[in-house]
């Protein structure tokens, strides 16, 4: 119901950043995966997507509390938004299921919740190759939904209008 009648839809890509660097911390935890590849870059990408997500957050809250955001603009932020789980797909699938294309979440052989699929599997395998080309995967996605925020939050600076302008 709060997604029905939400101007803007309520996504929080802050905490969305903040539960992917818990992912990765996890899975370093249980794997050793920067033993064999490099996490930092990915690591600073999730932190740029958290600020991102912060910014926008209280750029969207600002303009919505002084009713200056149009209802075209909140429609325009809102697909934009939408876009942003769009991005987590990679056509080619996960390494050995590629019917799982996102990034983030898939089920293991067990139906039990995966998150990471490609690099946790990779680094299960201590196939570091391919996790390394995983963390790429990654990090293209975060930069693309990181820019995909930030155009957002400039769009709306920009487009922000009395929603009832006073005649």
Not at 17 to 24: E, L, Y
Not at 60 to 77: G, M, P, Q
Request: cysteine-free; overall charge negative.
């Amino acid at each position: 119901m709060r997604l029905a009648n939400a101007d803007v839809l309520p996504f929080d890509f802050a905490a969305y950043a903040a539960n992917i660097r818990d992912f990765v911390k996890e899975l370093d935890h249980k794997s050793k995966v920067q033993k064999n590849v490099d996490l930092r870059q990915l690591l600073s990408k999730i932190g740029e997507l958290e600020k991102a997500g912060q910014e926008l957050n209280a750029t969207i809250t600002a303009s919505l509390a002084a009713n200056r955001l149009s209802a075209d603009a909140a429609e325009i932020l809102s697909r934009q938004l939408m876009q942003v789980e769009s991005n987590w797909l990679t056509p080619e699938g996960i390494p050995g299921r590629p019917w799982f294309q996102h990034l983030l979440y898939a089920a293991r052989y067990t139906y039990a919740h995966l998150e990471l699929p490609g690099l946790t599997e990779a680094a299960e395998k201590g196939d570091w190759k391919t996790a390394q080309a995983q963390v790429a995967l990654l990090e293209a996605a975060i930069e693309k939904n990181t820019r995909l925020l930030r155009e957002g939050k400039v769009d709306i600076d920009k487009g922000a209008t009395p929603s009832n302008p006073p005649h």
